[in-house]
């Protein structure tokens, strides 16, 4: 496959192109990146929550224990410090819960805002650009081939616009078809041009009977 254009015009947009290209990507994936540190942030309320709760609920078990160790002291007077340590509790499983409910919000948005615009590339422009390569190395290689004009010239009627094949002569497909070797290197050369590629050299004395317009 050929990366490139041989006409510097046509290299030239497909460079700047690829690097648009690349720069987008670049750019969402960073965006995306900027977006999950972001809503990771909202994440801290809930650790700081959690936290707290433990903590809290740790010390209140702690004095509850402490206090049916003591002799004489009935269980019932730890019933409170037992019921606020779960009630501690549930409040760090809500921060655990705000936590995970923020991680997953972070990774739907993020991926969402990657996954789309490389999408976008991988569906629409990637295919374009391969089709690009592979017709312009297959191009390249008949170029040089011996029987490269006739094949050049057939793909070129198959696929060229007909404005385009028309602006060649209004007969170009009969002359074609009769083997006119003018035709058929005029019709070489519109496909080579149309890919971005470099015909051969002009013939040094073509001849005289070739109309102009098809020496391109």
Avoid: C
Wanted: proline content about 6%; overall charge positive.
């Amino acid at each position: 496959m050929k990366l490139y254009a041989d006409r510097a015009p046509t290299a030239i947009r497909q460079l700047l192109t690829d690097v648009l290209v690349a720069a987008w990507v670049y750019a969402w994936v960073r965006l995306g990146m900027t977006v999950f540190d972001l809503i990771q942030k909202l994440a801290v309320p809930g650790q700081k929550l959690e936290g707290a709760g433990n903590g809290l609920a740790e010390n209140l078990n702690s004095a509850g224990d402490k206090i049916k160790g003591v002799p004489g002291v009935p269980d019932s007077v730890a019933t409170p410090f037992t019921n606020a340590a779960n009630a501690a509790t549930s409040l760090a499983n809500a921060g655990r819960d705000q936590q995970e409910i923020v991680d997953d919000l972070a990774w739907i948005l993020s991926v969402v805002l990657v996954v789309v615009p490389v999408a976008l590339v991988v569906l629409l422009w990637l295919p374009l650009r391969v089709r690009w390569m592979r017709r312009a190395g297959s191009a390249a290689r008949l170029r040089n081939a011996t029987a490269g004009r006739d094949l050049l010239a057939l793909r070129a009627l198959a696929t060229q616009p007909i404005g385009r094949l028309v602006r060649l002569d209004p007969e170009i497909a009969a002359r074609w078809r009769r083997g006119d070797s003018a035709a058929v290197e005029a019709l070489a050369r519109l496909e080579l041009r149309s890919l971005g590629l470099r015909a051969w050299p002009e013939p040094a004395h073509p001849d005289a009977d070739q109309p102009l317009h098809l020496r391109t």
